[in-house]
């Protein structure tokens, strides 16, 4: 009896050994995963984040494993000037050479942020004859040569992504868009001609292009901005299209830009305290004097859609700590329907600016309009507008506050 214990004991052990030792190998042996760094290298890109991974392993003739995995890539655009978000799902397996192919391919989402691309300007000098007839009919002369100066006006209407569109690839994303119009102007040998166009769609790349078409009464043109068109200061298209250059006007593009920060800002977005009905505290902001100012504007409007003036002020110190600013007529924190994004903006400038106001909790200009009204100062002269900081990011309510003002 005590012998059959023992054996049934040892029995036991080993039973117990050859498990764990399976389980060992088990652990040794990870699931296959198509790693990030091989998803960029498929994309063409520097980087991707990868979400999440379903791996699993294959017994097949050809493959001996598999993974799906969402993951998301940002693709700046003209220098920064655009940011685009994609997000996509690829489901891949691993053959028996060690090769990853990929076997389906998914577009889950894709964002562009084109808030800084109303006001900028464009030229092109490369436009076909049959392309100048599109943009502006018959009014341009038989073999005149000149450039296109192309101006986007102050509304931006949003791009709209077709995730099942048959035309969009791996590396090109197609979408639709209304509201978003230019302002066109042939210079040519024989005088200047003035046009406007509506940009109805066009496609953003991997690359980082941007393809905008451009409809007009008489046709439409597909041009690449940032190859074909390119950027041009605010001074070379008032100058070249004939606008006056009033000297109390601010060349933004032209101005030293210095370094403003927040504690307001976590995750990426305005902290809810700063919203009308969730504390209302103003932003905390920060920067490095500048030399030669006295007075600094204080400049926040919502530039998703409405160029709602949220917070004006003037002031003399660096530093403003969050909720110091409680007067309703100076700040009025955000209530949007939704998410909005704000733009805070500290222009620097030699003196106090001329007398006067705007009404906050309103409807405003653009910032342009800001900088032309403190660039002269009280006592009349112009040029009193030295550099400028300015931070943005979007804010969310936490409730549909829509119509509560």
């Not at 998410?339 to 106090?352: G, P, Q, R």
């Amino acid at each position: 009896m005590l012998k059959t214990s023992k054996t049934r004991a040892a029995s036991a052990i080993l039973l117990a050994g050859f498990l764990l030792s399976s389980l060992s190998g088990c652990a040794s042996e990870p699931l296959p995963q198509y790693s990030a760094d091989l998803i960029a290298q498929k994309e063409g890109i520097s980087a991707v984040t990868d979400k999440s991974h379903e791996p699993e392993k294959l017994s097949d003739a050809d493959y001996s494993g598999s993974d799906k995995v969402e993951y998301s890539y940002q693709v700046y655009m003209i220098d920064g000037l655009l940011t685009q978000k994609v997000t996509k799902e690829v489901s891949a397996a691993l053959n028996n050479n060690g090769v990853w192919d990929v076997q389906t391919e998914t577009l889950k989402s894709c964002e562009v942020d084109a808030t800084n691309l109303p006001g900028t300007s464009w030229k092109c000098s490369s436009l076909s004859d049959e392309q100048l007839k599109a943009l502006f009919g018959d009014q341009i002369p038989s073999g005149e040569t000149g450039t296109v100066y192309i101006r986007f006006l102050k509304k931006m209407g949003l791009f709209s992504f077709n995730l099942s569109n048959s035309k969009n690839t791996s590396t090109e994303r197609f979408f639709e868009t209304v509201g978003t119009n230019v302002k066109l102007v042939f210079v040519g040998t024989s005088g200047n001609i003035d046009g406007k166009a509506s940009v109805t769609g066009g496609s953003v790349t991997n690359s980082g292009d941007l393809n905008l078409d451009l409809e007009t009464d008489t046709g439409s043109v597909n041009l690449c901005f940032g190859k074909d068109v390119e950027a041009v200061q605010e001074r070379e298209y008032d100058e070249a299209t004939g606008n006056v250059v009033a000297g109390s006007k601010v060349y933004m593009d032209q101005l030293p830009v210095f370094e403003l920060t927040t504690t307001s800002i976590a995750n990426g977005e305005w902290k809810t305290e700063i919203g009308l009905k969730e504390g209302n505290l103003s932003p905390a902001l920060s920067w490095k004097p500048v030399d030669g100012a006295t007075k600094y504007a204080i400049v926040m409007i919502d530039i998703t859609t409405t160029r709602w003036l949220y917070w004006y002020t003037i002031v003399d110190k660096t530093d403003l700590a969050e909720g110091e600013f409680t007067d309703p007529s100076v700040y009025t924190g955000p209530y949007p329907a939704g998410t909005h994004t704000y733009e805070i903006h500290v222009i620097a400038l030699k003196s106090d600016p001329k007398a006067g106001s705007f009404k906050v909790d309103a409807r405003s200009g653009d910032i342009q309009s800001f900088f032309d009204y403190v660039n002269t100062a009280i006592d009349g002269s112009v040029g009193n507008v030295l550099s400028y900081g300015t931070i943005k990011a979007p804010y969310t309510s936490p409730e549909l506050y829509y119509g509560y003002r």
